[in-house]
C-alpha cells in the first residue's frame, strides 16, 4: 500500500522560512515533486526532484527561494522555503510518479499523492 505523507505546514510571517517533509511508504519513486493550490485557484506545480542524482526542477514563481532535496534512505523528500510571501499561502501537496515519464511539472505526471499540509504566510 502506497502512502504519501506530509508533515511541516504551519503559520509564519512573511520573509520566514518552512521545511516541508514528505515521507512515502510501500516502494521507492524515482521522481517525486511538490505542488501547492491556493484557495480558488487550480493546484500548480512548485518542484520536483528525479533519480538518484537529484535533478531538479522548479516553477519561476519559487526557484531561488524553495529547495527540494531528498534522502534515499529514509524515501523522504524536503521542500525548504525560504524568503516566504503571503502568496506562497496554499495547501502544499506531495506527489510521486509510479512509472518514468519524461514530465514532471504537470500533475499528469504524477501517479500518487498525498493529503497535503497547509501553509499560511502571512504579511
Known amino acids: 500500500q502506497v502512502q504519501l505523507v506530509e508533515s511541516g505546514g504551519g503559520l509564519v510571517q512573511a520573509g520566514g522560512s518552512l521545511r516541508l517533509s514528505c515521507a512515502a511508504s510501500?516502494?521507492?519513486?524515482?521522481?517525486m515533486g511538490w505542488f501547492r493550490q491556493a484557495p480558488g485557484k487550480e493546484r500548480e506545480f512548485a518542484a520536483a526532484?528525479?533519480?538518484?542524482?537529484?535533478?531538479?526542477y522548479y516553477a519561476d514563481s519559487v526557484k531561488g527561494r524553495f529547495t527540494i532535496s531528498r534522502d534515499i534512505a529514509k524515501k523522504t523528500v524536503y521542500l525548504q522555503m525560504n524568503s516566504l510571501k503571503p502568496e506562497d499561502t496554499a495547501n502544499y501537496y506531495c506527489?510521486?510518479?509510479?512509472?518514468?515519464?519524461?514530465?514532471?511539472?504537470?500533475?499528469?505526471?504524477?501517479?500518487?499523492w498525498g493529503q497535503g499540509t497547509q501553509v499560511t504566510v502571512s504579511s
Open positions: 506527489a510521486a510518479q509510479s512509472i518514468v515519464r519524461s514530465g514532471v511539472r504537470s500533475r499528469d505526471d504524477y501517479n500518487y
Open positions: 526532484i528525479r533519480g538518484s542524482g537529484g535533478s531538479t
Open positions: 510501500g516502494r521507492t519513486f524515482s521522481t
